[in-house]
């Protein structure tokens, strides 16, 4: 694959806890020169890299990151907040402990309402697959198509693991047409960039991708 196709589908990441305004500036530039679909970044970074950057950049930000337990109305008013600061896409986390305790109805109700919040932005909706049966990851696939949310994502990169080609497989069967998938988690290689894209991703969450393409190392982690 050409290294600009592959770069038009890479949400290019920093979420670390202890990341500076000089790692997220570096990411940002980055982001610019080599045309990614977006920066992902902490919501305490939007405002500032909307006022720096504007329509040069795409900002996504998390929402209910990374544990997913925080009340919908927390996660609405986050949502609100990131879109006023300059926020074009969402990266939300399902309450992971109601689909263990099988009420899929209920997650799918909070995804229904941070759409409706999002209006025309992005909802990308992180089921974090490593905690989760197959049946249970059948049923998010469920809950995030009725919801009419935009992505489904396999995880946030904080979990106990991450993206894996049998769950964008799983993913391609039981989401509606409509939906994209986005992989994020432990994809350290060209190889997996290319193979996940050539699966039906759209979008890739990495931290590395520009840096393995410039056939540097990165060490910044996702």
Not at 26 to 43: G, M, N, R, W, Y
Not at 155 to 164: E, L, M, R
């Amino acid at each position: 694959m050409e290294k600009e196709f592959i770069l038009s589908h890479i949400d290019h990441t920093l979420l670390k806890a202890y990341s500076t305004w000089e790692d997220i500036v570096k990411l940002c530039d980055e982001a610019v020169e080599f045309k990614t679909a977006s920066v992902c970044i902490p919501q305490a970074y939007i405002k500032r890299v909307h006022e720096r950057y504007n329509t040069k950049i795409n900002i996504c930000t998390v929402v209910g990151f990374p544990l997913g337990y925080n009340s919908t109305e927390s996660k609405l008013l986050e949502v609100k907040n990131a879109l006023e600061d300059g926020a074009n896409e969402i990266d939300m986390v399902i309450n992971i402990s109601d689909v263990k305790n099988g009420d899929y109805k209920k997650v799918e109700s909070e995804i229904c309402e941070l759409k409706k919040a999002c209006g025309n932005k992005v909802l990308k909706v992180i089921i974090e697959t490593c905690y989760l049966t197959e049946e249970e990851k059948i049923e998010m696939c469920k809950a995030v198509t009725n919801a009419k949310a935009d992505y489904i994502k396999t995880s946030t990169g904080f979990g106990t693991g991450g993206a894996t080609m049998e769950d964008i497989l799983l993913f391609k069967n039981h989401i509606g047409p409509e939906i994209k998938i986005k992989a994020a988690g432990g994809v350290k290689s060209i190889d997996d960039l290319e193979a996940f894209i050539d699966a039906g991703c759209s979008r890739i969450g990495t931290s590395s991708a520009v840096s393995m393409l410039k056939g540097e190392k990165n060490d910044l982690g996702y």
